[in-house]
């Protein structure tokens, strides 16, 4: 399939998506048209990436479904400065839309060394580099040298919430991370920094189906 008709088969998701409620605001919708998910799925699947289902990606990963992503980022409410950390770059397409929401340096840290090349590699064709920050590590221990974070965005299932990413919240602060006792499923979580100490309010947004989150403070 030939770029021009990648896109147009990605813009009807997109409208779909808005039809379906899911998409619900101005921000959203132009990141999702500015950066296309073709661009981070690898060659095999690109003519598939329109698709509102996980695609394989390298070492066993998945790039989340278009309503996945559009349903995490309306929760997030990300506004332009915001200082946001996401956990699971997989391939930087998540990334990739936060930054287009912030509009400043976005923090992305990857435990697959195949992961973190594949997902620069994409950043970098994408015009990203310098942006998007890609960091190899284990994100269950959250990222502290950038910490405060406003936001910070899970993209993989945890069986518990790690104490280290509510630590490194700013107060006001939002985490969104799926929690579940099972492998392959989860709730997806809004958990909002009330005070220094740490305690926080949480929210369930129901079920959801992520690859497991493994770390010290995951699986
Ligand atoms: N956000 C990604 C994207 O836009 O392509 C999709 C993420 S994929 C569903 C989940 C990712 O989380 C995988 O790439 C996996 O290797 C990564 N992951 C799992 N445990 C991790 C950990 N402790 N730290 C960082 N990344 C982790």
């Known amino acids: ?17 808005e039809r379906e409620g899911i998409i619900k605001s101005i921000e959203v919708r132009e990141a999702f048209l500015k950066v296309p998910r073709y661009k981070f799925t690898p060659p095999e699947s690109r003519d598939w990436a329109h698709v509102d289902e996980p695609l394989p990606i390298p070492a ?8 996945m992503v559009a349903i995490m980022l309306e929760l997030a409410e990300l506004k332009p400065g915001m200082n946001v950390l996401e956990v699971g770059t997989g391939s930087g397409w998540n990334a990739a839309l936060i930054y287009e929401l912030v509009r400043t340096d976005v923090y992305t840290i990857e435990r697959i060394p195949e992961l973190v090349e594949f997902a620069r590699k994409n950043l970098e064709r994408a015009g990203y580099s ?3 920050h890609v960091i190899h590590g284990d994100g269950t221990k959250g990222f502290p040298p950038k910490a405060p974070y406003d936001r910070i965005i899970v993209t993989a299932g945890a069986p518990r919430i790690p104490r280290p990413l509510i630590e490194q919240l700013k107060v006001g602060g939002k985490l969104l991370i799926p929690v579940g006792s099972y ?19 949480v929210i369930n947004h129901g ?8 770390g010290e403070h995951g699986w």
């Open 1 to 17: 399939m030939n770029e021009e008709e990648l896109y147009r088969r990605w813009v009807r998701r997109v409208e779909t998506l």
């Open 60 to 67: 066993g990963q998945t790039i989340s479904a278009p309503h």
């Open 130 to 132: 310098g942006r998007i």
């Open 183 to 201: 492998h392959l499923w989860q709730e997806l979580l809004e958990v909002i920094k009330i005070d220094e100490r740490g305690k926080t309010k």
């Open 207 to 214: 079920g959801v189906a992520f690859v497991p989150l493994v």
